[in-house]
């Protein structure tokens, strides 16, 4: 019987961590975009978003683009979502955003390692 609890528990909660993560190949539509902040570190750099890249500019102007492998999705408490961004450069070089999403507005993103900026969407 303790068998059975067990295995029961391991089920359901193997069945909340698979409807709470979802993963997927190109970004969804929430995510794309242009994204700007006001923060003066990141005085005219911006990031954008599209289905298949990620595209940084630098303070030089200059642009790096990387193409996107993978987006993980985590449900958080309220309207909060994670979203772990997979890409890859020219030289197949892998790397990884995390960020949180909340659709306010038309949407603001946080970057995990700089919480204390907000990104918005430039409205088109």
């Given at each position: 019987m303790k068998v059975k609890k067990v295995y029961l528990i391991i089920s359901l909660l193997a069945l909340v961590f698979i409807k709470n993560c979802t993963s997927m190949k190109s970004a969804p539509d929430?995510?794309?975009?242009?994204?700007?902040?006001?923060?003066q570190e990141y005085k005219g750099i911006f990031f954008e978003l599209n289905q298949k890249s990620i595209v940084f500019r630098k303070k030089d102007g200059t642009e790096d683009n990387f193409c996107i492998i993978k987006i993980k999705r985590n449900r958080m408490k309220g309207e909060w979502v994670k979203f772990t961004i997979f890409y890859h450069d020219q030289e197949k070089k892998k790397?990884?955003?995390p960020l949180f999403y909340h659709p306010h507005n038309s949407g603001i993103i946080r970057f995990a390692n700089k919480e204390q900026n907000t990104w918005f969407r430039e409205s088109s």
């Open positions: 929430e995510l794309t975009g242009k994204w700007m902040t006001a923060a790397f990884e955003l």
